[in-house]
């Protein structure tokens, strides 16, 4: 054996030992961060399944199924108002090809009757390839809803007429009013764009509503987040999609035990609902290839468990089935998000009672 080996193997395996060691017990290098309520129950875009997406109707429904979080994002008005929206342009909420920032509050339209039960993650667009089927399954290539071709993106116009949600209130809504209606309920409020006005104005709204501690900064891009933090740093953050991938690769290492982290909550999609109701990709092979991927590197147990033990809570979205939650819990998730907080409800009283009186 040559004398690097003879000292570098070693080494080797007394650091992996160590990292081994303190990722089961992350209390003994870092104190948890003590969280103000815990998100059992999150409802996405207010529970958007049940009834119209962010109407008060729907975030009522939702607290009536005694929701833990709201999930919420914000778009800001010609006239400076924060409403809940989670597009910027009102074609697919209205009919109306509009952006929001070129109205007034007054001039926003209603809702449609009946929107569809999808979501994108990413930014608002025309053409939208991320598309939830329900419990339906999704149609074959070359169906008449369907492209033809795996090279040509999914759009709304291709649409399986799927699940649709409809409600009798069809108002868009004010943060503020929100705020007011739920003054104790812990919410999450994604930004989606550098909009730096948007960002102070929610911001504002927070502490003048004294909600600083129950309500969650939320955005994809870590550039955002940092005017986020900066605007209003007593607020709670959740992970970026780049400090995901940071945390995911300390993680690998073996180095996440010995790193403090910032964020107090990882809000994260669930892998196994890749090619069933979350298309991240037009291409069904690279949708395959994603659900292959992310599963085999998120949905790991002892990470999750180390991200709790840290007072990190781990919120899978967006999750509408039975079987969907079973997958998270098990996994040791603190919650789940779903547009159906009534069936989400449901299966945690009759499955977690002993979770839930605790």
Not at 155 to 167: D, N, Q, S
Not at 292 to 320: A, D, P, T, Y
Request: glycine content about 6%.
């Amino acid at each position: 054996m040559s004398p690097l080996l003879f000292y570098t193997l070693p080494a080797l395996g007394g650091y992996v030992m160590l990292s081994i060691f303190f990722l089961r017990r992350p209390r003994l290098l870092h104190t948890p961060l003590t969280p103000a309520f815990r998100a059992r129950l999150a409802a996405h875009r207010g529970g958007s399944g049940e009834l119209l997406e962010n109407t008060m109707e729907a975030m009522e429904n939702s607290m009536a199924q005694r929701a833990d979080l709201l999930e919420l994002d914000c778009q800001l008005t010609r006239d400076g108002v924060v409403v809940v929206s989670h597009d910027e342009n009102l074609s697919r909420q209205s009919g109306l090809n509009r952006n929001i920032g070129s109205l007034n509050f007054e001039e926003l339209p209603l809702y449609k009757e009946e929107l569809e039960i999808y979501f994108s993650p990413g930014e608002s667009r025309g053409c939208e390839p991320w598309i939830s089927w329900g419990h339906l399954p999704r149609p074959p290539l070359g169906s008449p809803i369907y492209p033809s071709s795996p090279s040509l993106t999914p759009c709304r116009t291709f649409l399986f007429p799927g699940h649709f949600a409809h409600g009798s209130d069809r108002h868009m809504v004010r943060l503020e009013d929100v705020f007011q209606r739920f003054p104790r309920t812990p919410m999450s409020v994604e930004i989606k764009e550098k909009n730096e006005e948007l960002i102070q104005k929610v911001a504002s709204l927070v502490r003048r509503f004294d909600r600083n501690k129950i309500t969650i900064w939320a955005s994809e891009k870590s550039s955002i987040m940092r005017k986020c933090k900066a605007a209003n740093p007593e607020m709670p953050v959740s992970f970026t999609i780049g400090r995901t991938v940071w945390m995911l690769l300390l993680y690998y290492l073996g180095l996440l035990p010995f790193i403090s982290i910032s964020e107090k909550f990882f809000l994260c999609f669930l892998p196994t609902i890749i090619n069933r109701t979350y298309f991240p990709f037009s291409s069904p092979g690279m949708n395959k290839l994603a659900a292959v991927f992310s599963k085999w590197v998120i949905m790991r147990k002892s990470l999750i468990r180390h991200l709790e033990e840290r007072g990190v809570q781990v919120v899978f979205w967006c999750l509408n089935e039975e079987s969907d939650f079973e997958v998270a819990l098990s996994l040791g998730a603190t919650g789940v998000m779903t547009d159906y907080p009534t069936a989400l409800r449901q299966y945690l009283d009759q499955h977690q009672p002993a979770a839930l009186a605790s």
